[in-house]
């Protein structure tokens, strides 16, 4: 199994703000994937990201939005930019390891 | 309609009980198949993670995968109120986007 962390855990932010949520994983992975879950929702793929590489960003997300960085193979950051209250959810980075996925324990934002 | 139905409950079941927690899903392709527990306020954890058709256990966990029906199950027997979660279904093919089901809230009641 992959042991995730993730920085902050929760945070408040003002509008018009922007937030960098870090993601450290114990193990050298090849892909990794940030999702969104929004209250009482299911997750959202957001977007993949491997070393070396651009982002693939999925239908409705946006790198300007949600810029990613991916500078080794156990750590990678999202940003969320120039935030509104549309954007309180969690952000949940995840790694793939033998085919299994594993999950970060996640970071709330609150847009005010 | 979705890729991916599951009930959203919430399902309240006495301590001891037997819960059966299930999806269905329309795409083919899919050919793993995962449960996840999600406490609130928590990331997902991994419960269950099976390829084939047929029964999986671990412990008081079984998963079941029907290809033929498209359907798949999670049964926890002897279920206890540390149970009470978000129970999420999730899939793929070959590649590694997972599908999510929209989650069932379990409660078990002492």
């Known amino acids: 199994s992959a042991v995730i962390s993730q920085k902050p855990s929760r945070d408040i932010c003002q509008r018009g703000t922007s937030l960098t949520i870090q993601c450290q994983v114990d193990s050298q992975v090849t892909m990794m994937f940030w999702y969104r879950q929004q209250p009482g929702q299911s997750l959202t793929l957001i977007a993949t990201a491997n070393q070396g590489s651009e982002a693939t960003y999925e239908s409705g997300f946006v790198i300007d939005k949600f810029p990613i960085s991916r500078p080794n193979l156990t750590f990678s950051t999202l940003t969320v930019s120039n935030m509104s209250p549309e954007d309180s959810s969690i952000y949940l980075c995840?790694?793939?390891?033998?085919?299994?996925?594993?999950f970060g324990p996640g970071t709330r934002l609150t847009v005010t | 309609q979705k890729e991916v139905e599951q009930d959203p409950g919430p399902l309240s079941v006495p301590e001891g009980a037997i819960v059966s927690l299930n999806c269905t899903y329309s795409?083919?392709?899919?050919?793993?198949f995962m449960w996840y527990r999600q406490y609130s306020r928590k990331g997902p954890e991994l419960l269950m993670y099976?390829?084939?058709?047929g029964n999986k256990e671990d412990g008081r966990f079984t998963a079941q995968v029907d290809k033929s029906s498209k359907y798949i199950s999670l049964f926890i027997r002897d279920s206890q109120p540390s149970d009470s979660a978000t129970y999420l279904c999730a899939m793929n093919n070959a590649g590694n986007m997972l599908t999510f089901g929209g989650g069932t809230r379990l409660m078990v009641k002492p």
């Open positions: 099976t390829y084939s058709s």
């Open positions: 795409n083919s392709a899919f050919q793993y």
């Open positions: 995840s790694v793939t390891l033998s085919y299994e996925q594993y």
